[in-house]
């Protein structure tokens, strides 16, 4: 591949800055200064050190953000403020998607990636890929709730798979945990039970929980041992 294209793939420099700085002489590789951007490179075997920093090729990003209420989980929206623009020009080239979706005014853990077959794996329901939400909701659960969502409810001409609900003491908040993503599902469980969602935020996915130091908006790189995880839930 090029060496303008392996640089960018690390994460470090969008393909232009990765260009730029490579013909300014910032990119050695195999310890010999290197100045055409189209150079071609194996990421397996050439030891690329750019400004200074030894390069790990990436195939594939993975990241986790702590979505904020008001942004629509695509990757582009005319109208709307959009998941990817919370993320860094080097990242949005690549092409990153939210693996599923959260309603607009639902918060907490997206995973984004360019990984398409992890992704579409990862939401197969087939897969019970499990995802637990916190919630808060407009009047108490009845004491038969959890037991409605352990049965598999029936939204429409839909039946869901079992879902296991806690509650609060108080019974006005808890946990939800899905292992399929319909639309609106939490939203329209609730509504199932004459009760509604005041507040929906996603706490883990597959087992990783979202990091409590990222702000709403903030990201980060998934951990080696998380994208371990993820691959061995969707694979
Ligand atoms: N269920 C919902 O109703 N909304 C979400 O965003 C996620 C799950």
């Known amino acids: 591949m090029r060496l303008d294209k392996l640089i960018s ?7 232009k ?9 910032q990119a050695t590789v195999n310890g ?16 690329v050190v750019f400004r200074g920093t030894p390069l790990v090729y990436r195939q594939f990003v993975y990241v986790m953000l702590n979505k904020p209420a008001g942004y629509v989980s695509a990757t ?5 403020p959009y998941v990817l623009e919370l993320l860094p020009p080097e990242y949005r080239k690549r092409g990153l998607f939210p693996v599923g979706r959260l309603d607009r005014d639902t918060t907490g853990l997206l995973i984004m990636t360019d990984d398409g077959q992890t992704a579409h794996r990862a939401l197969s329901p087939r897969r019970h890929v499990e995802k637990v939400y916190s919630f808060t909701c407009l009047a108490p659960l009845p004491p038969d709730a959890e037991a409605a969502f352990a049965a598999g ?18 019974r006005l908040s808890g946990t939800v945990a899905l292992t399929e993503g319909k639309y609106h599902q939490i939203k329209r469980m609730f509504e199932r039970l ?3 969602i005041t507040s929906l935020s ?34």
């Open 194 to 196: 004459d009760n509604k």
């Open 202 to 235: 996603r706490e883990t996915f597959a087992g990783i929980p979202l990091d409590p130091a990222l702000a709403p908006g903030e990201w980060r790189d998934l951990t080696e041992e998380e994208i371990k995880t993820l691959l061995a839930a969707a694979n």
């Open 76 to 80: 582009d929206d005319r109208s709307l």
């Open 153 to 170: 409810m029936t939204l429409g001409d839909e039946i869901c798979k079992p879902a296991r609900l806690s509650p609060s003491p108080d």
């Open 17 to 25: 800055e990765a260009a730029a700085a490579v013909r300014a002489g």
């Open 32 to 47: 010999t200064v290197v100045r055409e951007p189209d150079r071609k490179v194996d990421p397996g075997r050439d030891t």
């Open 9 to 15: 793939d690390a994460g470090v420099a969008t393909r």
